[in-house]
């Protein structure tokens, strides 16, 4: 652990100074802040809330080859695995949030079997968190799941926005590295410079203005509710957009399909894209059976991943409470209120 | 060298049996993998098989762990990759990745009566735990099959069925009379009302479609077995096998992974999403 302070005016110069990394910092787009690697941008722009497609895409992409195959020509059939390349990267303005959903997901592609895709991007990715001194969404309920604006899980650094300097926290190796590439614009803390990042972390914490309350009990309750009709009450609306799903930073559901380029001699590729629970085709044989086949179950099964589920298999939430699902949600199909009646249903 | 778990292995076809023919065709594969020996399992574990092109489909493997010269599977063609699949001739090459699931716990099985129940295609996994215990017959107390399916033609293993026959008891049946067949009429849940096996010492394992799983676990409380007497397997649709595409799961429970064997005692304390 390492803590220093830089200049905005040096910030830049950090930057440059990562030459070995391909950068991604938030750019404006039209519809939203987007993690951008196009160089130009050299520092984290104040009005900066959080991307709209959170960092897991530059883990986990959207879509990735998983291997090529080809008919050779004594009909064998060769298999071309196609790995991540070996390039380091760094994302800067991680939000605690999305750190803490990186550090959910990493339970998922770890354990038994060990996802070679995932863990090559994810160990040559370094997470720059920046801390909030506002919730970027007013649909934000980080301290309602464990969280807070400030919270140091699953990054490499946390900054927190000191006004005219960032304090810089390194709480790892890869993050002291980063540190390590242009050190002399790093400078020696003062107790005043820590006295103002504690004051900002708490400020933020009392501007969050959502929360969900008793969270810990919602694994009880979403057992006992589990089949009660109060899941078709609730998702009655949902469009089955997938939206919550693919852009929730936590979500990792993904399908596995072959792309044909020519049948003779066969060549193609097998890939991987994301997927979400809240398409009926998700979880339906062939036979035409559907284990969920209403907006009923697929909502129920959203909601109980993320708080019983999850909660078996690894003693946490599968939410970081960063109310992307919320705001996005077409039809506003509300986590908080959802699960609040949930909380309350039946008493 | 990490092992790259979605890279299957090659494997060449080298024998293809029909079993079934008609409108839902049924026929046994039996593998060989090319780059070396096949990988040892369990029984009631599954395999990844892959037509390149096509895509993947997960099939139980119906061979006995003690048989390691192929992996064999029995496979009803449903979509594009059984289609695929039965399209199939000897020597053709396929993608092959696993094994895949807990299996059944046999080590715990010695000593005891073992009562298998199967309905069509669901003998297959059931299969590899019969060969099994007639391979080790001294292992194991008294074997008996009670299997039945639509018609006697949609009946897998009929050659098989005959020899086992001699060997322990066997109890078809077919879900309406047809001229000619002299064993039991009707669903296998009755079948095994009928034919009464004791739960004395035993353990039953029944595979076969979800109805027929469920009606079979109600005949074997009636008859006295306890929940932790009953094993059966539960069919999901499936992606990774590995437990992280998110969709084969009932509750925190992944079935490519924690399932697909289950006792009764378990499978009920879950949520019935299957
Ligand atoms: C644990 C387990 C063991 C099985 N063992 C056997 C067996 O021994 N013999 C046999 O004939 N069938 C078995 N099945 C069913 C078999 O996997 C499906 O029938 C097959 O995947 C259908 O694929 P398809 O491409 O032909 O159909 P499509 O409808 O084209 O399916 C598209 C894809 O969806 C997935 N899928 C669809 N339905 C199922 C399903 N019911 N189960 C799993 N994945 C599905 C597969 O990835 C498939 O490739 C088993 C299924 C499971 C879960
Ligand atoms: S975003 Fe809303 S409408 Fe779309 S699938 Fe999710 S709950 Fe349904
Ligand atoms: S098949 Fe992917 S989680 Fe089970």
Redesign the pocket.
């Given at each position: 652990m390492m803590e220093k302070t830089i200049l905005k005016s040096s910030f830049p110069q950090w930057i440059k100074s990562l030459q070995s990394f391909k950068v991604f910092i938030p750019k404006r787009e039209n519809f939203g802040w987007e993690l951008s690697s196009n160089n130009q941008i050299l520092e984290i722009a104040s009005d900066y809330t959080y991307p709209v497609v959170p960092p897991k895409k530059l883990i986990f992409p959207q879509e990735e080859i998983f291997f090529e195959f080809e008919q050779n020509p004594d009909n064998g059939i060769e298999l071309k695995e196609v790995l991540p390349e070996e390039s380091p990267q760094v994302i800067f303005g991680v939000r605690p949030c999305d750190g803490r959903a990186v550090e959910a997901m990493d339970l998922v592609f770890g354990g038994s079997f060990e996802d070679l895709y995932y863990w090559r991007r994810r160990r040559q990715t370094t997470l720059v968190g920046l801390a909030c001194h506002q919730p970027p969404s007013e649909n934000c309920f980080c301290l309602s799941v464990e969280g807070s604006p400030y919270s140091e899980d699953g990054l490499d650094i946390l900054l927190t926005d000191l006004g005219d300097r960032y304090f810089v926290k390194a709480l790892t190796e890869k993050g002291e590295k980063l540190l390590s590439e242009a050190p002399s614009l790093f400078k020696e803390i003062t107790p005043k410079d820590r006295e103002e990042k504690e004051r900002v972390h708490l400020e933020a914490q009392g501007k969050i203005k959502r929360h969900l309350n008793g969270a810990r009990e919602l694994p009880e309750k979403i057992k006992a509710i589990f089949d009660s009709n109060f899941w078709d009450e609730e998702s009655s609306n949902c469009l089955r957009c997938g939206i919550c799903t693919y852009l929730c930073p936590t979500c990792h559901c993904f399908d596995i399909n072959d792309e044909t380029k020519s049948l003779a001699p066969l060549r193609g590729r097998r890939i991987r894209t994301w997927d979400t629970c809240q398409f009926p085709d998700f979880t339906m044989?062939?036979?035409g059976h559907n284990p969920r086949p209403d907006r009923a179950s697929r909502l129920r099964q959203r909601l109980a991943h993320k708080f019983l589920y999850f909660i078996l298999l690894y003693d946490r939430f599968q939410c970081v409470g960063c109310g992307r699902c919320i705001s996005l949600c077409p039809v506003g199909i509300d986590i908080i209120e959802v699960l609040t009646r949930a909380r309350n249903h039946g008493k | 060298m990490v092992n790259n778990v979605y890279l299957p292995r090659i494997g060449e076809i080298i024998e293809i049996k029909d079993e079934v023919k008609g409108a839902r065709p049924?026929k046994t594969f039996r593998v060989r993998l090319t780059d070396g020996p096949i990988f040892s399992f369990r029984c009631g574990q599954?395999a990844m098989l892959s037509v390149f092109g096509?895509?993947?489909?997960?099939?139980?493997i119906?061979s006995s762990p003690l048989v390691t010269d192929y992996l064999q599977?029995?496979?009803?063609k449903?979509?594009?990759?059984?289609?695929a699949l039965h399209e199939m001739e000897p020597g053709n090459l396929i993608g092959v990745r696993g094994p895949y699931?807990n299996g059944f716990p046999i080590e715990s099985w010695k000593g005891k009566n073992l009562i298998f129940i199967g309905g069509g295609?669901g003998l297959?996994?059931i299969w590899s735990v019969l060969q099994t215990a007639l391979l080790q017959k001294d292992d194991y107390g008294e074997l008996m099959l009670i299997y039945g399916a639509r018609t006697s033609q949609d009946l897998v293993f009929r050659s098989e069925l005959q020899q086992l026959k001699n060997q322990i008891p066997v109890h078809l049946s077919i879900d309406v009379a047809e001229p000619g067949w002299s064993e039991f009429v009707g669903f296998v849940p009755q079948n095994v009302l009928d034919k009464k096996p004791s739960p004395q010492n035993a353990i039953a394992i029944t595979c076969g479609p979800p109805i027929m799983i469920k009606f079979v676990i109600k005949a074997l409380k009636d008859l006295g077995f306890e929940d932790d007497q009953i094993y059966t397997?539960v069919?999901?649709?499936?992606?990774c096998g590995i437990g992280k595409c998110g969709r084969?799961n009932i509750g925190h429970h992944y079935?490519?992974k924690d399932g697909?064997v289950y006792s009764w005692a378990q499978l009920k304390e879950l949520p019935q999403e299957f």
């Open positions: 044989h062939s036979s | 049924i599954c096509k895509g993947e489909s997960m099939i139980s119906s599977f029995s496979i009803l449903m979509g594009r990759v059984t289609s699931g295609i297959a996994p397997t069919e999901n649709k499936m992606k084969c079935v490519c697909p």
